[in-house]
């Protein structure tokens, strides 16, 4: 909960760029994780790639002006990994390719107007918003996945270039990586899902404001009076066009909508950036050319990119590509996750069924069919628990299953990190127990590091270690007899991300993993963006404190008339 006066609060100081979060009292899962990572005003910067791209098309013409906008966009290195890159993408029979790009909102404050808009100044950053925008290689359809910034996961090692900072391979949450350059946010998202990341976009606070005036307003609505003294946000039941400061406070409240925790907000921001995408593709939108200008200026100046989207001829190209994606056939979705049993009040862990929807991502599987309503499972159906496809080597077909082998509830595997990785081992037994193993199945380190992956067995073991081989990926080439004990799986240097070996959850080159469609969109809040019938589930829970009292966020809004609402 927010302790904070019927006037409003401030927030916690920000922490220092390297420094872990404090602790705090177990008050339920929002509380919790409010004070250990506070609430930053996280879904606006989630516009920059629609509201940059489609405003491009309409702005590109004449020299001085792409010359200016090219002035506004800084960029960066797309990788910032110690080892491996950002992944590649496998054409279609036609020789296309899909677009992955990770969409970053960093919390950093380092200019005045930022400051005074937002709250705290300070050092360090971290990405409070990371969403993956897939479009696919024909272009007619498109997804959307938010990662909890309160993910917790293996991080990779990564060398900032820029600031000549590096951190070590370590586990902690996905969003503090910005500390080290969007390119290490990069690395971490590809190691974490297997998705290939061609470009990242990363968008500024105040830019952003900005833009949301320059379009006009975007329509939202809210299915109940809210009012989050946190975020300022003050709203009556129905519907309203928010500008400015309150779609500002619309897309930072966190204790206002669902459970009062990031969940419910990333669903709030999926209705509010599906709304953008509606408004600037409905006629009239760009069709003012001083409009336009004020709104690609405020855009790029808002934007940073990678090396290879650096140049207002590159968006224009890319934001060509999105605006042929029909609005039904934009699926916005949530990574699936579950508290952590380590931290469960404050940090998620992802849920073995994401990896349906990593791998639909990855396998460029479109998520609604060509009438915009969601894709069936039929004919491409696999286990909604644990979608774990088998990922061959680059250069060898993985393991088949080998017959006679005893069930997986009955095969414990030990599994050895000697990638030189800290967190892999235990990555990989976690994704084995979830596809059925034995519960006894646990992590350790290897002896050393180890330049190769292999399976081990002992006598009369093989055809047990073919088929954990053949779970994983590997080869049969790595299925090698051994001195124990029983079923060792050994994680070598050859295999730095991901639960499955040559591509991180992806898929062989020429041999799609199955993904089951169903399971990809269940409990990922999914919708699409041309949806414009669901308001933002007001909490119901005591997630907001006035006075100190403890109540939700519609008592609140009754309990504090002399607030003034965010909007008419």
Not at 10 to 33: I, K, L, N, Q, T
Not at 271 to 284: E, T
Not at 451 to 467: L, M, N, P
Request: aromatic share 4%; proline share 6%; hydrophobic share 35%.
């Amino acid at each position: 909960m927010v302790d904070v006066s019927a006037g409003g609060g401030s927030e916690a100081p920000r922490r220092a760029r390297g420094a872990r979060p404090a602790g705090a009292a177990a008050e339920g899962r929002a509380a919790v994780r409010k004070s250990k990572k506070k609430p930053k005003r996280k879904g606006l910067r989630i516009l920059a790639y629609t509201t940059a791209g489609l405003v491009l098309v309409a702005a590109a013409g004449g020299g001085y002006i792409i010359e200016m906008l090219d002035g506004n966009i800084k960029h960066s290195p797309l990788f910032a990994g110690t080892s491996g890159d950002a992944g590649h993408e496998k054409p279609d029979a036609f020789g296309r390719t899909p677009i992955n790009i990770l969409v970053i909102g960093s919390d950093s404050r380092d200019n005045a107007a930022d400051c005074q808009i937002g709250g705290d100044c300070g050092p360090g950053a971290n990405a409070d918003v990371e969403m993956v925008l897939h479009v696919s290689a024909d272009r007619s359809n498109a997804t959307v996945m938010s990662i909890p910034r309160d993910t917790d996961a293996s991080l990779p090692g990564c060398t900032d270039s820029q600031n000549h900072t590096s951190m070590k391979p370590h586990r902690d949450r996905i969003n503090s990586t910005l500390d080290y350059g969007p390119g290490c946010t990069v690395a971490a998202v590809h190691q974490l899902t297997g998705i290939p990341i061609d470009h990242f976009m990363m968008v500024d606070f105040q830019g952003v404001v900005s833009m949301s005036d320059a379009v006009g307003g975007v329509p939202v609505c809210v299915d109940n009076n809210v009012y989050d003294p946190y975020s300022h946000l003050k709203l009556k039941k129905g519907s309203h066009t928010l500008q400015g400061m309150s779609a500002l406070q619309f897309v930072r409240t966190r204790h206002g909508f669902g459970d009062g925790s990031d969940l419910g907000r990333a669903s709030a921001q999926h209705m509010f950036l599906s709304s953008m995408v509606r408004q600037l593709k409905s006629a009239g939108t760009l069709t003012n050319p001083a409009a336009v200008l004020s709104l690609a200026n405020a855009a790029t100046k808002a934007l940073t990119v990678d090396d290879g989207l650096a140049g207002v001829t590159n968006l224009v190209n890319l934001a060509d590509d999105l605006n042929k994606v029909p609005t039904n056939r934009i699926t916005m979705t949530t990574m699936q996750n579950d508290p952590d049993p380590t931290d469960p009040l404050a940090k998620v862990v992802v849920d073995p069924a994401a990896k349906n929807l990593f791998n639909a991502i990855t396998n460029d599987v479109s998520l609604t069919n060509g009438d915009g309503s969601k894709a069936s499972a039929a004919a491409q159906a696999t286990s909604t628990a644990n979608p774990d496809a088998t990922t061959a080597a680059p250069t060898s077909a993985p393991a088949a299953p080998a017959a006679g082998g005893a069930p997986k509830s009955e095969i414990t595997v030990h599994v050895r990190n000697g990638s030189g990785i800290t967190g892999r081992a235990a990555d990989v037994a976690d994704a084995l127990k979830a596809d059925g193993y034995n519960p006894g199945t646990a992590a350790a380190n290897a002896a050393g590091t180890e330049e190769t992956s292999e399976v081990t067995y002992t006598a009369g073991r093989e055809a047990d270690a073919q088929e954990v081989a053949a779970s994983v990926g590997l080869p049969a080439s790595a299925v090698k007899p051994g001195m124990g004990p029983g079923i060792t799986l050994v994680i070598g240097k050859d295999w730095p991300s991901g639960t499955t070996f040559g591509g991180g959850g992806g898929s062989s080159a020429g041999t799609p993993a199955p993904v089951n469609t169903q399971a990809a969109l269940s409990n990922s809040s999914a919708e699409t963006a041309d949806d414009s019938s669901k308001c933002a589930q007001v909490a119901t829970q005591d997630t907001v404190k006035l006075n100190n009292v403890g109540m939700n966020p519609t008592e609140a809004y009754d309990k504090s008339p002399n607030v003034a609402d965010s909007a008419p």
